[in-house]
């Protein structure tokens, strides 16, 4: 088995990496890896019912889709993260359940070890006291699986709460939801210590190594770090993965502004509007349709609603409602 420890914390390359150890290498792998502040998301999520798009616009919070399931999990520099890859056996048992349980276990007799209690609770999350501090997702690809999970040592719960925010009464599709649990810090319940996160990753790459025979650490090659930059830069970096590959859903609101009442209704596929409806008791100077028919076609992300709207005199269609207040309907 290989022992990587990442100094990287830019999460689409973190994300990209996982990618490339799944799928283009062949040895049983055990990483641990941090992302700056970041939001990632399942792969079968709608992206933006899990978030808060203004939050994480404003504070820059990279918004980023695994290979696995599960739902959406907020990471900053207080969370580790621990993957374990292996090969499968020839008909192996493949039910998920035992595989968490499999794969967590080192990581739960570390905590043990440290004199809290830690236990696996359900079927894929860890928690303390009946608090949950990890969730783990699964991802198979052909006779290989990945197995990750957070660890949250001393995350930022202020910005975890403001970046997940999903809005489920405005979505109505497929998507996985996110479910919000009441969460807990790893570091509030080390007894008579103060330890960092480097201390923490420093125990857990010792504790998990030592119980493996035949581990060694591993770096990556000026070749394998080329083709990881390129699956971050030709997928994991792109809204087209990050936003686009969200399923087919429709999404409302309803915003009262000083001058009137805008009620909006879209439906997208792929990332793409595919339909917009607007209605209300605004007043305008040109009609809507022309409006509507501009918008429809452009990707449902911040962004791209911004740019569009930018080239549209909105007061027209608007009248007394600002561009930004008609971009805020979008999300």
Known sequence: MLYISDKSTDPYFNLAEEEFLLKEMTEDIFRLWRNSPSIIVGRYQNTIAEIDSEYTKSH?????????????????????????????????????????????????????????????????????????????????????????GTLMFKVSKADLTKALRPRPEKFIGKAVKSNVKRVTNISDHLKDKDPDILWFTDFLGKYVCSRIKDITPYRFTDDQLKKINHLKDSRYATDEWNFGKSPQYTFS???????GIVELYLKTKNGRITDLDIRGDYFFSRPTEEFTRTIIGTPHTREDIQKKIGTLDTGAYFAGIDSEDIVSLFF
């Open 253 to 259: 609101n309803i915003k009262r502004f000083p001058k």
């Open 60 to 148: 820059n919070i990279p918004v980023v889709r695994r290979l696995s399931g599960g739902g959406a999990v907020f990471h900053d520099l207080g969370n580790l993260n621990f993957t374990f890859i292996q090969n499968l056996e020839q008909n192996q048992n493949l039910d998920t359940s035992r595989m968490f349980r499999y794969f967590t276990s080192p990581i739960l007799e570390a905590l043990q070890s440290l004199g809290v209690n830690a236990e696996l609770q359900g079927r894929n999350d860890l928690a303390i006291d009946g608090m949950k501090f990890s969730g783990n997702a699964i991802c198979i690809h052909k006779d290989r699986i990945l197995m990750h």
